[in-house]
T-cell receptor, first 117, second 119 residues
Framework: GAVVSQHPSWVICKSGTSVKIECRSL??????MFWYRQFPKQSLMLMAT?????????EQGVEKDKFLINHASLTLSTLTVTSAHPEDSSFYIC?????????????FGQGTRLTVV | AQKITQTQPGMFVQEKEAVTLDCTYD???????LFWYKQPSSGEMIFLIY??????QNATEGRYSLNFQKARKSANLVISASQLGDSAMYFC????????????????FGKGTLLTVNP
């Protein structure tokens, strides 16, 4: 079946550095990918919608200059956390829907646990 | 207003017993989809079951069934014959609009229910 691969699964970085997270659809083309953030013991909150070939759409309150999203191809979307700070420490997870389905094909990556020290 | 409400922060169940996890939703869109995901401590989101707003029958997938009561706007998850491996966080989520691809697939999640299965 379809698989979404997300890397890295965890990363520790120093405050002020940037971190790139990749999300790949392995056996289908994903024109749209979604990026969510989850703080400990909380729900998933949508950050942005990544669209291949066009600019990402950010949810209210999400800083687009801090969370750079690039959807370079039909199988790859990247999220870059720029100038990371401890408050950016969180679990980031992507989702890639398979177009044409009826709602059952909302596949998630494995998630990335980011710790900023 | 919350679009997805899960009123049970935590639930306990004995192994081999059935358990119901509650979920109510709020939308004015006639076309929507409801999902349940399991999130173990590893963090991955495991898809369990899906119910479309126009589906006439309740969805079932193995030990999981969705008790869909459209008039009440509820979509409770029933897990039968609980197993120790079922201990995890469970999220109810909703997609508003038809599932025809693209941005329609963004999901709104509830706050989750932490299920603990006791031996």
């Amino acid at each position: 079946g379809a698989v979404v691969s997300q890397h890295p699964s965890w990363v520790i970085c120093k405050s002020g550095t940037s971190v790139k997270i990749e999300c790949r659809s392995l056996d289908f083309q994903a024109t749209t990918m979604f990026w969510y953030r989850q703080f400990p013991k909380q729900s998933l909150m949508l950050m942005a919608t990544s669209n291949e070939g066009s600019k990402a759409t950010y949810e209210q309150g999400v800083e687009k200059d801090k969370f750079l999203i690039n959807h370079a191809s039909l199988t790859l979307s990247t999220l870059t956390v720029t100038s990371a700070h401890p408050e950016d420490s969180s679990f980031y997870i992507c989702s890639a829907p398979r177009s044409g389905g009826q709602g059952t094909e909302a596949f998630f990556g494995q998630g990335t646990r980011l710790t900023v020290v | 207003a919350q679009k997805i409400t899960q009123t049970q922060p935590g639930m306990f169940v004995q192994e081999k017993e059935a358990v119901t996890l509650d979920c109510t939703y709020d939308t004015s869109d006639p076309s929507y989809g409801l999902f349940w995901y399991k999130q173990p401590s590893s963090g991955e989101m495991i898809f369990l079951i899906y119910q479309g707003s126009y589906d006439q029958q309740n969805a079932t997938e193995g030990r999981y069934s969705l008790n869909f009561q459209k008039a009440r706007k509820s979509a409770n998850l029933v897990i039968s014959a609980s197993q120790l491996g079922d201990s995890a966080m469970y999220f109810c989520a909703m997609r508003e609009g038809p599932g025809s691809g693209g941005s329609n697939y963004k999901l709104t999640f509830g706050k989750g229910t932490l299920l603990t299965v006791n031996p």
